[in-house]
């Protein structure tokens, strides 16, 4: 079965730091692009960052460049999202999908394939 699941996610105070976890199964990570994306409540999905197949180059929108960095390990199958330097508007659902939208807002319902996704949670 191909999916992918994200963890990592919790409450964390203003200046803290998480790492998310988005780990594949039935595919192997390193030959697809693969995003991150968050929504917080009432807001539309939004792509975070980005590392590309083949040369891992990575991209990020610009409110968590210099905070926030993504990084793939093939051995463990895993795409992470380190993130540092968290703020209150860095709360909502994280996800990860087989494709990139950095910057882009978007619908959800645009793409099918959604996990469950992990929440964060930025607050004193």
């Known amino acids: 079965q191909v999916q992918l699941v994200e963890s990592g996610g919790g409450l964390v105070q203003p200046g803290g730091s998480l790492r998310l976890s988005c780990t594949a199964s039935?595919?192997?990570?390193?030959?697809?692009?693969i995003g991150w994306f968050r929504q917080a409540p009432g807001k539309e999905r939004e792509g975070v960052s980005c590392?590309?197949?083949?040369?891992?180059?990575?991209s990020y929108t610009d409110s968590v460049k210099g905070r926030f960095t993504i990084s793939r390990d093939n051995a463990e199958n895993t795409v992470y999202l380190q993130m540092n330097s968290l703020k209150p508007e860095d709360t909502g659902g994280y996800f990860c999908?087989?494709?990139?939208?950095?910057?882009?807002?978007?619908?959800?319902?645009?793409?099918?394939?959604w996990g469950q996704g992990t929440q964060v949670l930025v607050s004193s």
């Open positions: 999908a087989p494709f990139c939208r950095v910057g882009i807002h978007f619908e959800a319902h645009e793409y099918d394939y």
């Open positions: 039935g595919f192997r990570l390193d030959y697809y692009d």
């Open positions: 590392i590309r197949s083949g040369n891992g180059d990575t």
